[in-house]
């Protein structure tokens, strides 16, 4: 079966330091990969994606996520934290040829202390 | 900027009634989804719609349908409300073809009672 593993339920980090937030994916082929962030009462938006190419891939806010495909991992990653990302972090998969359906791992609460 | 909006931020419904969540979205997007959200299980597909009047069911379709008239509007339907269906809705669109993000609507947080 396709699935997304967040590991972690949750995450916790001092502001400034560096953040990693875990995913790996068991989905055949090789999907295209997503990170989608949820701040309180908001829908989700869109981080960032992989497709192909190179395996760092950077996005909104200052996020960057490596991915790594014996691993079938594709960790969240940031070199300073801010407080201000404090949130709920989704990784996604989209199986190639799947008519696009899009499939989340169970969500990961990051929190930043000042 | 790219807008799906969904009719209801919050409902009550009662156990047994059938419940009718709806999605909009203005970006001429192929692909529509309905997705339910539940703490520790993150984000069930429940159905999701590649074309006008084409459906494809998720994970978890049992208990709800769906339809799609219209490029723009996709319906979630609860045929009868049970408890176990108290949950945050979220809807989605995304355009066709491999590698597109999806953007969401801002959710419809239903309480069955």
């Known amino acids: 079966a396709q699935s997304v593993a967040q590991p972690e339920d949750q995450v916790n980090v001092a502001e400034g330091n560096p953040l990693t937030v875990k995913c790996t994916y068991s989905v055949s082929g090789n999907p295209y990969l997503f990170w989608y962030v949820q701040y309180p009462n908001r829908g989700l938006q869109f981080l960032l994606k992989?497709?192909?190419?190179?395996?760092l891939v950077k996005g909104s806010y200052g996020f960057e996520a490596e991915f790594n495909k014996s691993q079938t991992s594709f960790h969240l990653k940031k070199p300073s934290a801010l407080v201000s990302d404090s949130a709920l972090y989704f990784c996604?998969?989209?199986?190639?040829?799947?008519?696009?359906?899009?499939?989340f791992g169970s969500g990961t609460r990051l929190s930043i202390r000042p | 900027d790219v807008k799906v909006t969904q009719s209801s931020r919050y409902l009550v419904k009662r156990t047994g009634e059938k419940v009718f969540l709806e999605c909009v979205q203005d970006m001429d997007h192929e692909n529509m989804f309905w997705y339910r959200q539940d703490p520790g299980l993150g984000l069930r597909l429940i159905y999701f719609?590649?074309?006008?009047?084409?459906?494809e069911k998720g994970d978890i379709p049992e208990g709800y349908s769906v339809s799609r008239e219209k490029k723009e509007r996709f319906s979630l339907i609860l045929e009868s409300a049970s408890t176990n269906q108290t949950s945050m809705y979220l809807c989605?669109?995304?355009?066709?073809?491999?590698?597109?993000?999806?953007?969401f609507g801002q959710g419809t947080r239903l309480t069955v009672v």
């Open positions: 989605a669109s995304s355009f066709r073809g491999g590698g597109t993000e999806a953007f």
């Open positions: 719609s590649y074309d006008v009047k084409m459906k």
């Open positions: 992989y497709i192909t190419g190179d395996n």
């Open positions: 996604a998969v989209s199986p190639r040829g799947s008519a696009s359906k899009i499939i």
